[in-house]
């Protein structure tokens, strides 16, 4: 008797091939939406994006930065860099959507990125002018040119972008010196990407020392002020000030803002000079202090404390920027008054260490703004497609 065939279906479930592709990196889904029309709708849906997006942010072990670099005065460049392994992973060019040539103008600012969307600032100068600001992804390549704000003659202005994770709205903060005659004042304004609009805050007693916030956690944004660390809720639409720092911080090139372990840290350069063998020797040390309690970042006139996580000698620098990764520190510096570098400090074995950078990642002689980027298929009301 012959023996039947049995015949397999190969035919997989809808359900199945979404848990398959949401594993999927962004740039071979950005493919597979041509495989076919049913692959496009599904890929495009607004609830595989999302958990596209919380597979990434919860999954992935890989951590990357978005950099912005250039070479002289060339075309503005942002590098996906991997903390673990330094090196490049991604090469994107800001679109050129501004009303003027951007090429040669140096007056970009990162704001900030937030589940794959990146704020950048463009303007040709920092004063008396709104800037253009933008919503980019950069993987997708669609952007969106947002509202000008209502504040226009100022004499300084910061920046901040995160996430509100209440309202699911993407927010940008901008806090601004505002000079009349011979008087200033501090103004702030926060644009809702969901109502996209700008609403003005209640005017903070302070300012960012940085010119902008130094990083988002848990739906705050956070810097150093004058007169302490100063928050803005991206929920509730407010700056809290003066709360108090570990140390007195003399200036901004002294200490950041990061985060660690899902909270808030201080890092802070401190650099001494000694005389020996007839020679001035400069010495630097790194001290990071970590938030005992997140009850001051809510505005309730709890006095915020400090643990001292540790104390680690080093070169003599400035800091740009800090990014933890585990239990390991990768600090941006600026050394010897021009020189840019990266130093790797080893939290546990109290470590630090200059590290080398890729050849296609050295070729940028200059960088300003780091954030923590994750590569998502996030789209916006407004969004244009871009080559």
Not at 20 to 37: A, G, H, N
Not at 302 to 329: M, N, P, Q
Request: aromatic fraction near 12%; charged fraction near 20%; charge should be neutral.
């Amino acid at each position: 008797m012959a023996r039947t065939r049995r015949k397999f279906n190969p035919t997989l479930s809808e359900d199945l091939i979404s848990e398959i592709l949401v594993r999927v990196p962004v740039k071979s889904l950005l493919r597979f939406q041509s495989v076919s029309q049913t692959w496009l709708s599904l890929i495009k849906d607004p609830a595989f994006v999302k958990s596209q997006l919380l597979h990434s942010t919860t999954i992935k072990t890989d951590q990357t930065l978005i950099v912005s670099r250039y070479k002289g005065f060339e075309e503005k460049n942002y590098l996906l860099l991997n903390v673990d392994s330094r090196e490049i992973e991604g090469d994107f060019k800001f679109p050129n959507i501004t009303p003027y040539n951007y090429k040669h103008t140096s007056m970009f600012r990162l704001v900030g990125s937030a589940n794959g969307i990146v704020c950048v600032a463009v303007g040709a100068d920092y004063t008396n002018l709104r800037p253009n600001i933008y919503l980019w992804n950069p993987a997708t390549r669609q952007s969106k040119l947002i509202p000008w704000s209502s504040i226009y003659c100022v004499a300084e202005e910061a920046f901040g972008f995160g996430y509100d994770e209440v309202d699911h709205d993407f927010k940008v903060v901008r806090v601004v010196i505002v000079q009349v005659e011979s008087r200033t004042s501090c103004q702030a304004e926060v644009y809702s990407a969901n109502m996209n609009v700008w609403r003005k805050v209640p005017d903070p007693i302070d300012f960012p020392l940085s010119k902008h916030f130094d990083v988002c956690v848990n739906g705050f944004l956070c810097s150093i002020g004058k007169h302490g660390m100063m928050v803005f809720d991206l929920n509730k639409e407010v700056v809290n000030c003066a709360i108090k720092l570990p140390v007195n911080i003399s200036g901004y090139k002294d200490a950041r803002i990061i985060e660690f372990n899902n909270s808030v840290a201080v890092v802070q350069m401190r650099n001494t000079f000694n005389f020996v063998d007839k020679n001035f020797v400069f010495d630097g040390k790194i001290n990071i202090w970590t938030l005992n309690d997140d009850a001051c970042l809510h505005g309730s006139g709890v006095e915020a404390s400090w643990t001292l996580l540790c104390s680690i000698d080093t070169v003599a620098a400035e800091i740009i920027h800090g990014y933890f990764s585990k239990r390991d520190l990768l600090l941006l510096i600026n050394y010897h008054s021009e020189d840019y570098a990266w130093i790797s400090c080893d939290v546990d074995k109290k470590e630090a260490k200059i590290v080398s950078l890729s050849v296609d990642m050295a070729y940028y002689d200059y960088t300003r703004f780091i954030y923590k980027h994750t590569l998502s298929l996030v789209s916006l009301a407004g969004f244009k497609q871009f080559n």
